[in-house]
């Protein structure tokens, strides 16, 4: 077949720009046919696959145009665009450099420079690009947005801002520059101006997947996960295998408590993007949380060793987990590694304070406190999350030298600033306790005596966070007939059934009740093994000791208590990972500690003495072993010296009392509200507790 070469690759150009596919594909088709090499009608192939989704095809056809020996810039500038969705970042870097070296005033291609070096952190290397292209093109929309996304990673939040805002005035249609602000405004807790944002975004570009991914961490960011895995699924509906949308979606399932479909939602994406750090990381997350650790640690390994942003994020879970393993040497080899490839990563700083006591003059200290001035007054410095969290490392530090005055100036900043980013009403709160009281009465109870799923197999250890819970599971679990479990979220899946807890109790049948029982009995049994208890440390089932002896009616539970003060001050001075909101003002606390105690009086009224126990933390830590037998003798168990040797017990902890349960009891923490009494006296006048 003989053809007109120039003839044809026209033709197929005008074909594609007419919007007529069919007809430019056949037309590119008809050259290779006659030329299989030729890289006109390769490159458009290219392009065409890329439009309609078929990335894998584009890349292809994009490599092997660039093989000619005279193919142009433009196509080792496209090539690098599409090897960087991809997720080729080395390679795509590479046909970037060819592309610049061929034409050094094209700003295309140096704006897909800029982006890969921006994807791999190499991000002075970035800005100088993404400079060079302004100076092309001054009023290119699309470089002030990259431009800004690297001034971000860079800490230069100002001139981020700037970029981005200059960008939506340059093209009011342009979608990611918005979407992009998004993110930066989520950063600094302007929950609601990002997600306007966001949606702006997605109204501009329905097809945008990071202005899904932007909404959905706004959402993430304040808690509102049903509404964060609304807008993942809407991108995994019109993309599928996106690498970024799935990682995401994984830590939102596990948010939400659905182990099996996170593990699946991560392994999904790593296989959509096997280079992808993300991707890893998020994976590692999701076994760490199941249990997986040594599967755990290697995904973090892999996310670590990985080119791009979350080469950071995945040191640091590396190192987290080495401590909640008791892992110490390791853990502060990982922490090392950590702030020396990121020395401005506060994530760092703040997860390496749990596992070290601060000694005055400590470096770290310093080093702190240059990063949270960092920048001050320029727009440029640490984000608004990075300031909340060296503000409570450096709480926790001048708390351990005993600077108390400097401790609270960043515990009231850090806890303030937290405080902003959440809803919490107090009184409501208050409300809710109470009536789960008036509907747990002792007619209740006993007009359910013998409902549920019989079982002995489950122990709950429940109270206030920072009450003794993770020290009481520790030493229960160095028992050869116990597993501890750690803080399982299964009573709260099971309360979530319930259309209305605690209202709607009164009308559960008593097949529902049982069924109730055999779910929590399902979802532990894989802990017992040889053991004959299991223990969910999950403090927060204090709530629901009630709906407990309804369902489980054999289950044992220990109520660990602590002095008002001590605890309430321990869970000011600490960060959760978990959703604790009454915990970041101290008037709020003070309240919600009281009516906590309401409740449990409560409990200790209606529950039978044989199944509830109180366990007072100060007691434990004067004589471990005379607390231990009566816990035992509670559970029918026969003594074991293991149970005071518990700091020798390797398990993992996952709590933030990791570090202090690896460690022979100490008596420092009883009392020790008192040398800060000063710095808490809103909390001391809304728990009705005097300093003198």
């Not at 890893?280 to 040594?294: I, K, N, P």
């Not at 003495?609 to 003798?633: I, K, P």
Request: hydrophobic letters at 45%.
């Amino acid at each position: 077949m003989t053809i007109d070469i120039g003839q044809t690759l026209s033709r197929a150009s005008s074909h594609w720009q007419a919007g007529q596919a069919d007809q430019a594909e056949i037309a590119c088709q008809q050259v290779l046919a006659v030329w299989p090499g030729q890289t006109d009608a390769l490159h458009l192939m290219g392009l065409m696959a890329h439009a309609y989704g078929n990335l894998d095809l584009a890349v292809a056809h994009l490599r092997r145009a660039c093989e000619a020996p005279r193919a142009p810039a433009v196509y080792f500038s496209n090539f690098a665009e599409m090897c960087r969705q991809k997720g080729l970042l080395a390679e795509g870097e590479q046909a970037a450099r060819r592309a610049v070296a061929l034409d050094a005033n094209d700003p295309g291609a140096w704006n897909n420079l800029g982006i890969l070096l921006q994807e791999q952190g190499k991000l002075e290397e970035s800005k100088l690009c993404l400079l060079q292209v302004l100076a092309l093109d001054p009023c290119d929309a699309r470089a002030h947005n990259n431009l800004a996304n690297t001034s971000k990673r860079l800490g230069l939040l100002a001139d981020a801002e700037r970029h981005w805002t200059r960008a939506i005035e340059l093209q009011p249609n342009y979608a990611e520059p918005y979407s992009n602000l998004a993110h930066l405004l989520t950063d600094q807790a302007d929950y609601d101006r990002a997600a306007d944002l966001a949606r702006s975004a997605i109204e501009l570009n329905p097809q945008l997947a990071d202005a899904y991914l932007n909404l959905a961490g706004v959402e993430t960011a304040r808690q509102h996960y049903d509404e964060a895995l609304r807008w993942l699924r809407a991108l995994l509906t019109f993309a599928p295998n996106h690498a970024n949308g799935l990682a995401a979606l994984s830590l939102v399932l596990k948010q939400l408590h659905h182990p099996d479909e996170a593990v699946t939602a991560a392994r999904r994406a790593v296989a959509a993007g096997p280079e992808n750090a993300d991707a890893h990381d998020a994976l590692g997350q999701v076994l760490q949380a199941e249990g997986q650790f040594d599967a755990a640690l290697a995904a973090f390994e892999t996310a670590a060793n990985l080119p791009g942003t979350a080469r950071e994020k995945a040191l640091v879970n590396r190192a987290v987990l080495h401590m909640q393993l008791g892992h110490t040497e390791k853990a502060n080899a990982a922490f090392d590694a950590a702030v020396k490839a990121f020395p401005a990563s506060a994530s760092a700083w703040f997860n390496r304070a749990d596992l070290q006591r601060f000694r005055p003059e400590d470096p770290a200290i310093e080093h702190m406190l240059a990063l949270l001035e960092a920048g001050s007054g320029t727009g440029a410095g640490p984000t608004h999350n990075d300031r909340m969290l060296l503000h409570f490392a450096l709480g926790k530090a001048y708390l351990d030298i005993a600077d108390s005055a400097r401790a609270f100036r960043h515990l009231d900043e850090g806890n303030r600033m937290k405080r902003a980013s959440l809803t919490f009403d107090g009184t409501q709160t208050s409300q809710w306790l109470h009536a789960i009281a008036d509907t747990f009465s002792t007619e209740f109870l006993t007009a359910r005596a013998g409902q549920g799923a019989a079982s002995s197999v489950p122990i709950f250890v429940v109270g206030m966070p920072r009450s003794g819970t993770t020290l009481v599971e520790q030493i229960l679990a160095s028992h050869p007939a116990v597993h501890g479990a750690g803080e399982l979220a299964h009573m709260q899946c099971i309360v979530d059934t319930i259309a209305e807890f605690p209202r709607a109790v009164a009308g559960l049948e008593p097949a529902r009740l049982a069924d109730m029982g055999r779910d929590y009995l399902a979802r532990i049994a894989h802990f017992a093994r040889s053991r004959t208890h299991v223990i969910d440390k999950m403090p927060s089932n204090f709530l629901y000791a009630g709906l407990i002896r309804v369902i489980l009616p054999e289950a044992r539970i220990i109520h660990c208590r602590r002095d008002p003060v001590d605890t309430c001050l321990s869970c000011y001075s600490k960060l959760f990972s978990a959703e604790q909101s009454f915990s970041y003002d101290q008037a709020e606390l003070g309240h919600f500690h009281r009516d906590y105690q309401d409740l449990m009086a409560h409990w200790r009224a209606v529950l039978p003495a044989s199944h509830f126990l109180e366990v007072d933390y100060e007691a434990v830590v004067t004589d471990v072993a005379a607390e231990a037998r009566r816990m035992l003798d509670f559970l029918g168990l026969l003594w074991n010296d293991a149970c005071v040797e518990f700091h020798r017990t390797e398990r993992p902890i996952l709590t933030a009392s990791v570090n202090q349960v690896r460690q022979p009891i100490y008596t420092t923490s009883t009392g020790r509200w008192r040398a800060h009494a000063a710095g808490l006296q809103e909390l001391l006048t809304a728990l009705g507790v005097s300093a003198e």
